[in-house]
């Protein structure tokens, strides 16, 4: 029987990132995939100007009713970039709706990158944000994120321990499993760590660093990520299809990059994900 994930975020109608990425992400890896769009947006916000933005919060609810009627059970939820304080509010509430025994939770604390928030958010978005990190079994953010979720300043440099520290302190939020994506420790290397606060294991993931990062990069690691986790892998397996996979789809971007400078060439790299 197909495992049924259930992903909640934005469609940045042009752009390659959220929905658009997560959906084709999550079906070539043999999930079922629910969708509840949370805003429609013409393009996604990292480099565009002028972008339209529909704010769907007032229909979660609605959705989410109709859903309890049906008495829809989901292996997975996984949530990616929200638009508002409320939203975020609303989603706590889907989760305690819908989190049985056996579904795993995933969070992607999507607000910002390279130390700077994105377009919209404020530090009480943030505030807001690390309880729904909570009440998740796995959160993914990056660096900046990470400096957002425990109040701390952005850092470029730091060393194994430091990222030790940090994957300890963002399990103390509630979530027993926390990934920091984008990891460089400058030695040629850029991947993800792991800490699982069960076992207190850490794991990891590395490739050789290429220089580049084209928009959605976090949306394609954490949409495979999340299919992994939800198909039964181990943390170790899951980072390292979610790691491999970028790492390939980035590559697979390089020829174009100026054509495709608004997302990444992930469609060329789905085969990787149907043949697990
Ligand atoms: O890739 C994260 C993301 C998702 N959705 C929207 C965004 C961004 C990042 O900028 O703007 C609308």
């Known amino acids: 029987m197909l495992k049924r994930i259930v992903t909640l975020q934005d469609i940045s109608c042009f752009g390659k990132c959220s929905l658009t990425a997560a959906l084709p992400i999550l079906s070539?890896?043999?999930?079922?995939?629910?969708?509840?769009?949370?805003?429609?947006?013409?393009?996604?916000?990292?480099?565009?100007?002028?972008?339209?933005?529909?704010?769907?919060?007032?229909?979660?609810?609605?959705?989410?009713?109709?859903?309890?009627?049906?008495?829809?059970?989901?292996?997975?939820?996984?949530t990616g970039y929200l638009g508002s304080i409320e939203q975020v509010k609303i989603v706590t509430d889907f989760f305690d709706k819908f989190k049985s025994e056996d579904t795993v939770i995933v969070?992607?604390?999507?607000?910002?990158?390279?130390?700077?928030?994105?377009?919209?958010?404020?530090?009480?978005?943030?505030?807001?944000?690390?309880?729904?990190?909570?009440?998740?079994?796995?959160?993914?953010?990056?660096?900046?994120?990470?400096?957002?979720?425990?109040?701390?300043?952005?850092?470029?440099?730091?060393?194994?321990?430091?990222?030790?520290?940090?994957?300890k302190q963002l399990t103390s939020l509630g979530c027993p499993v926390a990934?920091?994506?984008?990891?460089?420790?400058?030695?040629?290397?850029?991947?993800?760590?792991?800490?699982?606060?069960r076992c207190d294991k850490f794991s990891s993931s590395f490739?050789?660093?290429?220089?580049?990062?084209?928009?959605?990069?976090?949306?394609?690691?954490?949409?495979?990520?999340s299919g992994s986790i939800i198909k039964g892998s181990t943390v170790q397996q899951a980072l390292d299809t979610a790691v491999k996979f970028t790492v390939k789809s980035i590559e697979a971007t390089l020829p174009d990059i100026d054509k495709y400078w608004y997302g990444v060439s992930f469609e060329k790299c789905l085969g990787m994900l149907t043949e697990q």
């Open 28 to 78: 070539a890896m043999g999930l079922e995939t629910a969708v509840i769009p949370t805003a429609v947006l013409s393009t996604h916000t990292g480099g565009f100007t002028g972008y339209t933005f529909r704010d769907l919060t007032e229909d979660i609810p609605a959705i989410s009713k109709h859903w309890e009627d049906l008495n829809l059970h989901f292996d997975g939820i996984y």
């Open 107 to 167: 969070v992607d604390p999507v607000m910002g990158d390279a130390g700077k928030m994105y377009a919209g958010f404020t530090p009480e978005f943030a505030g807001e944000m690390k309880k729904l990190c909570g009440k998740a079994d796995v959160i993914v953010p990056n660096m900046t994120e990470v400096s957002l979720l425990l109040d701390i300043p952005y850092t470029e440099k730091y060393d194994e321990e430091y990222i030790k520290d940090m994957l």
């Open 179 to 197: 990934i920091i994506t984008g990891v460089c420790y400058g030695d040629g290397m850029h991947g993800a760590v792991a800490y699982d606060s």
């Open 207 to 225: 490739q050789p660093h290429i220089d580049c990062t084209p928009h959605g990069t976090g949306d394609i690691f954490s949409s495979a990520l």
